[in-house]
T-cell receptor
Framework: GAVVSQHPSWVICKSGTSVKIECRSLDFQATTMFWYRQFPKQSLMLMATSNEGSKATYEQGVEKDKFLINHASLTLSTLTVTSAHPEDSSFYIC??????????FGSGTRLTVV | GENVEQHPSTLSVQEGDSAVIKCTYSDSASNYFPWYKQELGKRPQLIIDIRSNVGEKKDQRIAVTLNKTAKHFSLHITETQPEDSAVYFCAAAMNSGYSTLTFGKGTMLLVSP
């Protein structure tokens, strides 16, 4: 079946630094990638949608200059949290989309900003 | 945009009982309704889904029903087991694989032995 690899699985960084999270679709070409954020005991909240080769579409309230998304190829999308602060600590999950496979989720990245 | 409401937020049952989780959606254009099970710190796992041209779908102990007129769909788990304990999310989308998935707030299911 379709597999999405997400790295790193967890990361601890200092306040003010940047963190990059990668999602790769291993056995299919992902036309669209979705990035979600999930706070403890809450649902998945969509941050942005990206299509290969074009700019990401951000949800209302999500700062595009803080959460940089790059979808340079059909198999790789990255989310960079710039100048991270403790309130950015969360579980970030990507989802790759391809019609035959539907939605395939990455394993998630637990970000802790100290 | 789409809005998905999910109830209850927590559900406690005894092993062997049935569990029912209900969701409503707002956008009549939605036609794909998946259910996910998420264990702590892990990715959501698709357990069953239904499309708008079908009213009911069953897979062993799990079933989903859809009422398009009323815009609601439900997850039914029979003969619950302790390993069914997790958070369950319903979701809705206009077009599986291409459009945005909107999630409900989740239901924490606890199955006691």
């Amino acid at each position: 079946g379709a597999v999405v690899s997400q790295h790193p699985s967890w990361v601890i960084c200092k306040s003010g630094t940047s963190v990059k999270i990668e999602c790769r679709s291993l056995d299919f070409q992902a036309t669209t990638m979705f990035w979600y954020r999930q706070f403890p005991k809450q649902s998945l909240m969509l941050m942005a949608t990206s299509n290969e080769g074009s700019k990401a579409t951000y949800e209302q309230g999500v700062e595009k200059d803080k959460f940089l998304i790059n979808h340079a190829s059909l198999t790789l999308s990255t989310l960079t949290v710039t100048s991270a602060h403790p309130e950015d600590s969360s579980f970030y999950i990507c989802s790759a989309s391809e019609q035959a496979s539907g939605y395939t989720f990455g394993s998630g990245t637990r970000l802790t900003v100290v | 945009g789409e809005n998905v409401e999910q109830h209850p937020s927590t559900l406690s049952v005894q092993e062997g009982d049935s569990a029912v989780i209900k969701c409503t959606y707002s956008d009549s254009a939605s036609n794909y309704f998946p259910w996910y099970k998420q264990e702590l710190g892990k990715r959501p796992q698709l357990i069953i889904d239904i499309r708008s041209n079908v009213g009911e779908k069953k897979d062993q102990r799990i079933a989903v029903t859809l009422n398009k007129t009323a815009k609601h769909f439900s997850l039914h788990i029979t003969e619950t087991q302790p390993e069914d304990s997790a958070v369950y999310f319903c979701a809705a989308a206009m077009n599986s694989g291409y459009s945005t998935l909107t999630f409900g707030k989740g239901t924490m299911l606890l199955v006691s032995p």
